[in-house]
């Protein structure tokens, strides 16, 4: 009870005494508390009576006595002053419990114990924990989120330091009577939610310094669907036709409330279940899938998941070995999912590297493998065996050795084979007969052609000179006469009644070959001449059958000379 209260009970039941009369008396708190080793400060006020005022100056002196002690104790600081009638002082150092009374002694045997009105201190072993205060409505992602936290303050002079774990934010520190107050504030996000948020309040004190923690408080921070993840589980192994198990998984506050599945089929997105946990059939092709997840606060689509259908091995048909020399060279192509493995056996063992040996693999498109074998041939070598394997199985095949330098030139040909080597053949008879005719050709074309309207005639080997006829506007007549046969009879006989024709075939039957009457020309051939001329018509004539090698005996056709003039009509 307070100093004041006292006044006015005495007041009361002294009823008619003069109440507004000054009297002397301490005003001062009943109790204070603070930690041991701590200070505390103790407010404090007084009054004179009336016509002492005058003794009170700043010779005054303050002293504070415990329990009853007359003794005063040292270790206390006015912090107030006399004159003012300000008694307020700080107590350093306090041990223990107590009860202490305010005395003043001023000059002149002035002497004031204010006995009536004790205060007294109490001690605590550790400081009361800080209390918390936090938001009254749900804070969503992005909006200021603001935390207090309140402590007691035991000594004004060393107040406590209130700091906050985790430190998310900004924090300021206001002090106001016995309380220190921290304030922290920040933007709340999805990283911040379910965070166990506390504040420490740090105590002075010289002996040793005293902490405490307030409780934790764990933030609720509403926020949209985040790392939204598709994954799958395939039934193994993961074949067409086989199962795979989905499942859809989110981080939002509140938690999802619909999940949505899609299916990517080429251009197309499809709709397949609306479960977190979905189980469905493996197709050859197109296995993409994603999911969408939606709560309160918004929506969020997944990744896509892709998952690849494993497929056996298969060894491929280009796959072959072969013998070149003493060496054996082989190559083995296989195409599978995962991407296969492929080894080499011979004799039902496997095939290792050496020195007269040499492996080489290579990756194709296609999830395809090549490898390659090179090794010296042993001694009645007649197949190897490629064996291939992957994750969804296993496959081998024998691959035969052709013996590619020991073949008789048949074997081997296959009916796919015969037709080109029969198309060769006859391309060459068709270059070998394309030959022949142009020589024969070239050797007609040296026959002389003189001006436009003659031909140089050379004359049999016994008929003497060359002769050369033109064109005459005389009566004309044809003579056909066979100069020479050496060969044989001809095989048909040639008439006056080709004249008319003009030799119209350009050739005369020569035994073994026939030269056509015209401009080198090689075959049957027609010769036209105009009613106003006439045309010398000359046959092939050798030089060397006029003058024929004595060994040898000159084999010519029938040779017919002709001259044909014509009259005019």
């Known amino acids: 009870m307070t100093g004041s209260w006292r006044i006015y009970l005495l007041c009361g039941l002294l009823q008619g005494a003069d109440c507004n009369a000054a009297v002397y008396e301490a005003l001062m708190p009943d109790r204070v508390t603070t930690l041991t080793g701590s200070c505390v400060t103790v407010p404090c006020s007084f009054t004179l009576e009336d016509g002492n005022e005058e003794k ?9 006595l415990k329990d009853e002690i007359n003794s005063p104790i040292s270790s206390t600081i006015l912090r107030g002053s006399l004159t003012e009638y300000n008694c307020t002082t700080t107590f350093n150092n306090v041990q223990d419990n107590g009860s202490y009374k305010f005395r003043m002694e001023c000059p002149a045997e002035y002497q004031l114990t204010f006995s009536n009105y004790p205060v007294t201190i109490q001690i605590k072993g550790d400081p009361e924990a800080p209390r918390l205060t936090t938001p009254k409505e749900q804070v969503v992602e992005g909006t200021l989120v603001e935390l207090g936290c309140s402590a007691p303050s035991y000594c004004d002079t060393h107040p406590p330091t209130v700091t906050w774990t985790p430190a998310l934010g900004l924090s300021t520190q206001l002090q106001q009577n016995d ?3 921290s304030t922290l504030t920040f ?14 309040a740090a105590y002075f004190i010289p002996s040793g310094n005293k902490t405490v923690t307030s409780t934790r408080y764990q933030l609720s921070i509403s926020y949209a669907p985040r790392n939204t993840s598709a994954f799958g ?14 499942t859809c998984t989110s981080h939002a506050n509140p938690a999802v409330s619909e999940v949505t599945w899609y299916r990517i089929h080429r251009e197309h997105i499809l709709k397949i279940g609306t479960e977190s946990s979905l189980s469905i059939q493996l197709l050859n092709t197109n296995n993409l899938f994603f999911c969408v997840v939606r709560n309160d606060i918004g929506i969020e689509t997944s990744n896509i998941y892709k998952i690849d259908i494993q497929t056996p091995p298969r060894i491929l048909p280009a796959s072959n070995c072969s013998i070149i020399a003493a060496w054996v060279q082989c190559s083995c192509d296989s195409v599978g999912r995962p991407s296969p493995s492929l080894e080499w056996w011979l004799d039902g063992k496997l095939v290792l590297g050496s020195e007269d040996m040499s492996f080489s693999q290579v990756n194709l498109e296609n999830a395809t493998l090549r490898s390659s074998l090179t090794m010296r041939a042993p001694a009645g070598l007649t197949a190897l065996t490629c064996h291939s394997s992957n994750a969804a199985g296993n496959t081998s095949q024998t691959l035969p050795v052709l013996h590619l330098d020991t073949q008789p030139n048949l074997t081997g040909l296959t009916s796919e084979k015969l037709p080109w080597i029969a198309a060769i053949a006859v391309l060459a008879a068709g270059l070998l007969f394309a030959a022949v ?7 007609m074309a040296n026959q002389t052609r003189l001006g436009k309207d003659a031909l140089l005639n050379k004359s049999p080997p016994n008929q003497g000179n060359t002769q050369v006829f033109f064109k005459s506007e005389e009566d004309v007549y044809a003579n056909i006469d066979k100069r020479m046969n ?8 040639v008439g006056a009644r080709e004249k008319d024709a003009g030799l119209e075939e350009g050739a005369v039957g020569l035994g073994e070959g026939a030269v056509g009457l015209g401009e080198g020309a090689f075959g049957p051939r027609e010769e036209t001449v105009t009613a106003t001329g006439s045309l010398a018509l000359t046959q092939r004539d050798s030089e060397e059958a006029a003058a024929p090698a004595p060994d040898r005996q000159v084999a010519d056709c029938d040779v017919v000379y002709t001259t044909v003039n014509w009259k005019k009509s």
């Open 233 to 246: 589980s395939p039934c193994l192994p993961a074949s067409e036709g086989g199962c795979l198990n989905l």
């Open 56 to 64: 009170l100056n700043a010779g005054c002196k303050p002293f504070w």
């Open 486 to 493: 050496t060969v044989g009879p001809r095989e048909k006989p």
């Open 437 to 443: 005719c142009a020589v024969r050709a070239w050797k």
């Open 179 to 181: 309380t220190m107050t």
């Open 187 to 200: 933007n709340g996000s999805h990283l911040h939610h379910g965070n166990n948020v506390s504040c420490t």
